[in-house]
């Protein structure tokens, strides 16, 4: 058996990562996080949104994954993504931003679709800062 799992992650604008992994975990939409490693089992799931994790030689790296769907094979995981960042792509002034954007729309929101918009957004962004290593995205 591989002591390794081909991760694959893309979105429908780009390829976001691909390489030789040793574990993978990502958030499903409904079943908490799913821990892959080397000879899993395959299924399919639904993607939630938050932080992948991989080991790549020893150490552990980090992806934002926002929905889609997830491929899992004995020496394979290949997440389709709605969106998805590289720590290395996330603008954390740019995240920053719109997490007092996201703020700003919760405390004027006047309906529940007001809200669910604000919360998601807000959301969106905490994941991006924790990604970065952003204190704002601690205790997200």
């Not at 780009?14 to 899993?40: C, D, K, M, N, W």
């Not at 926002?66 to 997440?79: K, S």
């Not at 929101?109 to 969106?124: G, M, P, V, Y």
Request: a negative charge; aromatic letters at 8%.
């Amino acid at each position: 058996m591989s002591q390794s799992i081909k991760l694959e992650v893309v979105t429908p604008e780009r390829p976001v990562f691909s390489a030789e992994v040793a574990e993978v975990q990502f958030p499903t939409a409904s079943r908490g996080y799913y821990g892959i490693l080397p000879g899993h089992t395959p299924v399919m799931t639904e993607v939630g949104d938050g932080l992948l994790y991989y080991i790549q030689e020893g150490q552990k790296h980090y992806l934002t994954v926002f929905g889609g769907f997830a491929e899992v094979g004995p020496d394979h995981v290949t997440i389709l993504a709605r969106e998805s960042e590289t720590m290395d792509m996330i603008d954390l002034e740019r995240a920053e931003a719109s997490r007092q954007r996201a703020l700003k729309l919760l405390k004027e929101a006047q309906t529940e679709h007001d809200i669910q918009t604000a919360q998601a957004k807000l959301n969106a962004s905490l994941i991006r800062l924790q990604a970065a290593g952003h204190p704002a995205g601690h205790g997200f």
